[in-house]
């Protein structure tokens, strides 16, 4: 059963840091690349840094120079660190493969995500 755990989101002021983990269960972690993606209310759901198995990086425009994107294999997890907040940033943030090819019998597979909310 495939599983996606997100965390470490919260309420931040401008200019603030914080460091989200996603751990993975139920699939091959190191042979996939992984990625953070976020949606605002009213958007769609957006990728912002992904990575590849061999740690290659790649970012939005609008996260570059702020946002690094990390895994640990042997923990399963993939983190994202946010430094240089801005109230633009504010989403739910979701990790998943890069692109999204778990699926289950609703669709593709998307975890309860975390809430990142960014006061100005």
């Known amino acids: 059963q495939v599983q996606l755990v997100e965390s470490g989101g919260g309420l931040v002021q401008a200019g603030g840091s914080l460091r989200l983990s996603c751990t993975a269960r139920g699939i091959i972690f190191s042979f996939n690349a992984m990625g953070w993606y976020r949606q605002a209310p009213g958007n769609q759901r957006e990728l912002v840094a992904a990575i590849t198995r061999d740690s290659y990086t790649r970012y939005a425009d609008s996260v570059k120079g702020r946002f690094t994107i990390s895994r640990d294999n042997a923990k399963k997890t993939v983190y994202l660190q946010m430094n240089s907040l801005q109230p633009e940033d504010t989403a739910v943030y979701y990790c998943?493969?890069?692109?999204?090819?778990?699926?289950?019998?609703?669709?593709?597979?998307w975890g309860q995500g975390t809430q990142v909310t960014v006061s100005s």
């Open positions: 998943n493969t890069d692109p999204p090819t778990v699926v289950v019998r609703t669709g593709v597979y």
